[in-house]
């Protein structure tokens, strides 16, 4: 079955430390991207990615970095400048009717 | 810039009621619209995608309307039952943008 999978489901961070969500996809999209969801907030878009060693900065970048060497992957990291990293990431693909296919989520507390 | 709004944010139903959900966006100019369930801590699933030639799409209990003079799409669902309890979402994408998304519309079908 084609579909996007996240790792870690949970992840603890603590200050100061950078850590990495993984965001991995067997759905032959070119298209990926980050989301992050606050409670009481929509979605804002972090970082995306139209094809592989491409990406742009979305709504809310600072503190975040990514990478894109394969097409299958768009790796998400949280850096010690992202001072409010606790939330719900979101990572997404768009399929070639132009749709978005949503992964299951990391939920990041800061401990 | 294209901002989303979703009404009502919260609405509970008794099951088996017909319901409509709405989603309004300030440019006409979309390329499609998509709507989405979130279940808590869970991640997006897709219902429906409206390219901006169609009226409307169904799958099964759920039809969706598009009218992109208005700025306006609407979520029907049929005979309601407590598994549609859940956040519902829509999204819209402008020609060569991001989606952007609603804040959601909080749904609860008592039984």
């Known amino acids: 079955d084609g579909g996007i999978t996240q790792s870690p489901k949970y992840l603890f961070r603590k200050e100061g430390q950078n850590v990495t969500l993984s965001c991995e996809q067997n759905?032959?999209?070119?298209?990926m991207y980050w989301y992050r969801q606050d409670p009481g907030q929509g979605l804002r878009l972090i970082y995306y990615?139209?094809?592989?060693?491409?990406?742009q900065k979305g709504d809310i970048a600072e503190g975040y970095s990514v990478s894109r060497e394969k097409k299958e992957s768009f790796p998400l990291t949280v850096t010690s400048a992202q001072k409010n990293p606790t939330a719900f990431y979101l990572c997404a693909s768009r399929d070639s009717g132009y749709g978005y296919t949503f992964g299951s989520g990391t939920r990041l507390t800061v401990v | 810039k294209q901002e989303v709004t979703q009404i009502p944010a919260a609405l509970s139903v008794p099951e088996g009621e017909n319901l409509v959900l709405n989603c309004s966006f300030t440019?006409?100019?979309?390329?499609?619209l998509q709507w989405f369930r979130q279940d808590p801590g869970k991640g997006l699933t897709s219902l429906l995608l409206i390219q901006s030639s169609q009226r409307e799409q169904t799958s099964g209990r759920l039809n969706a309307s598009l009218d992109k003079s208005s700025g306006r799409s609407t979520l029907y669902i049929a005979a309601s039952q407590p598994g549609d309890s859940a956040t519902y979402l829509c999204?819209?994408?402008?020609?060569?943008?991001?989606?952007?998304f609603g804040p959601g519309t909080r749904l609860s079908v008592l039984p």
């Open positions: 999204a819209v994408r402008e020609y060569g943008q991001n989606f952007v």
């Open positions: 990615s139209q094809i592989v060693n491409d990406f």
């Open positions: 440019d006409s100019a979309i390329y499609n």
């Open positions: 759905l032959n999209h070119d298209a």
